[in-house]
């Protein structure tokens, strides 16, 4: 591969979905909650964006399924849960999702554009109503659900209980600057996204890296001569020369990428 290949969003249709999508899609008669980011390949990242008119349920990940949220936008009041108030035992959480308690037990961190929430494997979370946001995750489709509030899905509550973690999670990631319009907003094993913030005019020639996916979330411009706009992903070269990002009007891109 030696040119940057667009990905192709597979857009999904959801109860808890939007019909508004604009500007990242055009809008729908469908309710979209999840759209996907697709190659012709399987990659070692998932990029969704997600839209939410309802809440999403509680639910858990093993090790195979470590993630992160940056909030696009949010209605006011909007919020996502992230581990729990405070710490619980396991037999309080098995008996709390039982009953539905559990909705109470999480802790919902009220949320606004440009936030990011880092999600490691067996942290108990949910997504909230009234929220559009960018996921990056590990490839994997393994979710346990604990609670859905009463509508007739499929739970796992065993088997979330036995892996979930019990403690308090820190909430909102602090991003580091990098300097040059870029911040590191998460790095772990799994990948490391950066913010990348072009001005008018301005352009960027990252270094390769393994699956370097480029996710514009604002702005105009082109890479490789190809436009882009909001709503676009692009997956880059790995070895090869390294594609220009130019900005026609300001812009912002989330890049991800396995570290080596």
């Known amino acids: 591969m030696e040119r940057p290949i667009r990905l192709t969003p597979s857009l999904r249709e959801k109860v808890w979905g939007k019909t508004r999508l604009e500007p990242w899609f055009p809008d729908s008669d469908r309710p979209i909650g999840e759209a996907w980011y697709l190659a012709?390949?399987?990659?070692?990242?998932?990029?969704?964006l997600i839209?939410?008119?309802?809440?999403?349920?509680?639910q858990v990940h093993p090790d195979s399924k470590t993630e992160m949220s940056y909030i696009l936008d949010a209605e006011p009041g909007a919020a996502i849960a992230l581990g729990f108030r405070q710490p619980i035992t396991r037999q309080r959480l098995l008996d709390s999702a039982r009953t539905g308690e559990i909705?109470?037990?999480?802790?919902?961190?009220?949320?606004?554009p440009g936030e990011t929430y880092f999600t490691p494997a067996h942290t108990v979370h949910a997504v909230g109503a009234g929220i559009v946001l960018c996921e990056i995750l590990q490839?994997?489709?393994?979710?346990w659900r604990l609670w859905d509030y009463g509508r007739p899905r499929e739970l796992h509550v065993e088997e979330a209980v036995a892996i979930s973690d019990l403690g308090v999670h820190p909430g909102a990631a602090q991003p580091a600057v990098l300097g040059s319009g870029r911040e590191e907003l998460v790095r772990c094993r799994h990948f490391v996204t950066e913010l990348v913030h072009l001005t008018s005019g301005a352009s960027h020639t990252p270094t390769p890296e393994k699956c370097q996916i480029w996710i514009c979330v604002e702005g105009r411009g082109a890479i490789e001569g190809e436009p882009f706009q909001p709503g676009g992903a692009w997956l880059f070269p790995e070895a090869a020369e390294q594609p220009a990002v130019r900005a026609e009007t300001s812009a912002r891109f989330l890049r991800t990428y396995v570290p080596r």
């Open 51 to 58: 839209f939410t008119s309802e809440r999403l349920s509680v």
């Open 40 to 48: 012709d390949r399987e990659l070692p990242l998932l990029v969704k």
């Open 103 to 112: 909705e109470q037990l999480i802790n919902w961190f009220p949320v606004k």
């Open 139 to 143: 490839n994997s489709d393994v979710t």
